[in-house]
């Protein structure tokens, strides 16, 4: 099946001057979503926080969320843009979320440096912690995945095998032209999918398991390696930026930044299985 983008408006309603964007709502959501689940998992043997805890959390991981990922997106794409003399003089577009630009492997060093001081504040298992904490994440990876599709943002490369569904994304003129009328593969979907279906069915079903709880950092690690995984298959199907195009060896800046995720996870995962299981 072949859809051409139906134009969403990026705006869900406005109120005067106020307007409530789909993509702020996705990140609250998204948000709000981990906080809820959360809120349960730590209850699970072994204990891991207070509700309480999560609670007080929240607003470091919008910290973590918001700084990690925008200075991410400075720092991994928007210099290739911008050298960096220019956003030196002209700070405010470091920090100008309202143009666009977020980076999800920003927003990963973002909550990971976030649960660090955190967790060593109020004398908390750091690992038990990001435990939990990993497994909602992919909550706000797919509906940050459904706004960029209702954004109409980070569309597909143009579709040379079949696939059961295709999109024609008329804004692709803007960067490319000639092949503005051609069926896409949905990216945005794809990946949303993968990052946010596929992985939250994974890490609930292992967050199951008393085996994994009781080794502090091994459903993180698990976490990062499928994370790395389903954003190195999704790149496979999405457009590179077009200030970036592709890097060495055909990757993309997604793909090159998922490999030190994956090994870091990989490294995570040895280490908490040769722990001592943690005591109830």
């Not at 060593?120 to 940050?144: Q, S």
Request: proline share 6%.
């Amino acid at each position: 099946m072949i859809f051409t983008w139906p134009h969403f408006s990026p705006v869900l309603f406005s109120i005067g001057p106020l307007a409530v964007h789909y993509y702020a709502l996705a990140y609250i959501s998204g948000l709000l979503g981990g906080w809820w689940l959360a809120q349960r998992l730590v209850k699970l043997s072994p204990f891991a926080a207070t509700p309480q805890q999560v609670d007080d959390f929240l607003t470091w991981a919008v910290l973590g969320v918001l700084v990690g990922g925008r200075l991410g997106y400075v720092l991994f794409y928007q210099v290739y843009q911008e050298p960096i003399s220019y956003l030196l003089a002209h700070p405010i577009q470091i920090i100008a979320v309202w143009q666009g630009g977020m980076s999800s492997h920003g927003g990963f060093i973002g909550v990971g440096i976030a649960i660090y001081w955190f967790c060593k504040k109020h004398k908390m298992n750091m690992f038990a912690f990001a435990d939990r904490i990993a497994t909602v994440v992919p909550i706000g990876l797919f509906l940050g995945r459904c706004a960029n599709f209702i954004n109409g943002e980070l569309w597909g490369r143009v579709a040379t095998h079949w696939f059961p569904l295709l999109i024609i994304y008329p804004e692709s003129a803007s960067v490319d032209p000639l092949n503005a009328l051609k069926p896409r593969y949905p990216s945005e979907l794809i990946e949303a999918t993968l990052e946010g279906v596929v992985l939250f069915v994974i890490m609930m079903v292992m967050i199951r398991s008393e085996k994994w709880r009781h080794r502090p950092g091994m459903l993180t690690g698990l976490f990062l390696i499928c994370y790395a995984i389903a954003r190195i298959i999704g790149e496979c199907f999405r457009e590179p930026d077009y200030f970036l195009g592709f890097l060495p060896f055909g990757t993309t800046m997604g793909q090159v930044l998922s490999i030190p995720v994956f090994f870091i996870g990989l490294a995570m995962l040895i280490w908490a299985r040769r722990q001592t299981p943690r005591a109830a």
